[in-house]
């Protein structure tokens, strides 16, 4: 069902607020198609991009969360490591989605990034 399969991950992608508990966004549980989700899990497990990213000519800031066991800061810090001149930057308190668990602290580093690129 669409609640079991987005439930199993919901640890992972939807991360609890150090202090404040579950976070409001897994309400997106309910909005959520499997089959949608799980063909989306199957073409991000078979995508590699890999050899792509020395390519990568333009400014780049990495950004993740500390805390994001889906997408680990080590396999970030290997895309940074790839991609010339790239940034890492972790962002503390926060997993897979360090967007909305820490707004203002990624909005800064992006708007950092932009005026310096």
């Known amino acids: ?6 439930e199993c991950e919901e640890p992972r ?3 609890w607020d150090v202090k404040a508990g579950p976070l409001p966004v ?6 959520i198609e499997p ?3 799980a063909a989306c899990c199957g073409a991000i497990e078979r995508m590699d991009l890999r050899g792509d990213l020395p390519r990568i000519g333009a400014p780049t800031l990495v950004v993740s969360g500390a805390e994001d066991p889906a997408s680990a800061p080590e396999h970030q810090q290997l895309i940074a490591e790839a991609i010339p001149g790239a940034r890492l930057e972790l962002v ?8 909305v668990q820490q707004p203002h ?8 990034h932009l005026g310096a690129a």
């Open 1 to 6: 069902t669409r609640s079991t399969i987005v």
């Open 13 to 15: 992608a939807i991360a």
């Open 26 to 31: 897994a309400r997106w549980r309910y909005e």
């Open 35 to 37: 089959d949608g989700y």
């Open 92 to 99: 503390a308190d926060a997993a897979h989605l360090a967007s």
């Open 105 to 112: 602290i990624v909005t800064g580093l992006i708007l950092e």
